[in-house]
């Protein structure tokens, strides 16, 4: 029941064009979206929200389905696979910042469709919470106040 379900918002976020540092895409000062066409994709599982979020890309370039070369269901797989290959993959510019701290990842200028969705933290009303629990929420929204901070995101 959605009702018993708080939701705490902590970024508006929207889906860009992820790919390695020094890709050839990063090189042309004003890329084309049609251009991605030209390159393999690491990719969700199927079916999952940022699938669906590619495959629409896809069609709104008319570019057929995307050419997936790898698909992972954890961030780490598809960054590993981002940092060693020309592939590119489409993930929420939240999770690309974060990345690029520490990666070889950066995103693509490229205006990409769809909706800006807010990431946040979801928890049941009325179940008391842990200290752990509360720390790490406490964390969480400390980290996404600061990558907001970086990104003068209101």
Known sequence: DETDIEFVPLLPSRNVVACRLNHPLTRDPDPQLRAITEYGWVAPPTNSPLDLDLRATMRMIDAGAARVRFRSPTSAGIRSYLENTDCLAVLPESVVAAMARHHDVTTLGLALPGPTRTVGMASLIG?????????????FKDRFQ?????????
């Open 127 to 139: 179940h008391e919470q842990t200290l752990l629990v509360k720390r790490i929420r406490a964390h």
């Open 146 to 154: 600061a990558l907001a901070a970086e990104r003068n995101v209101p």
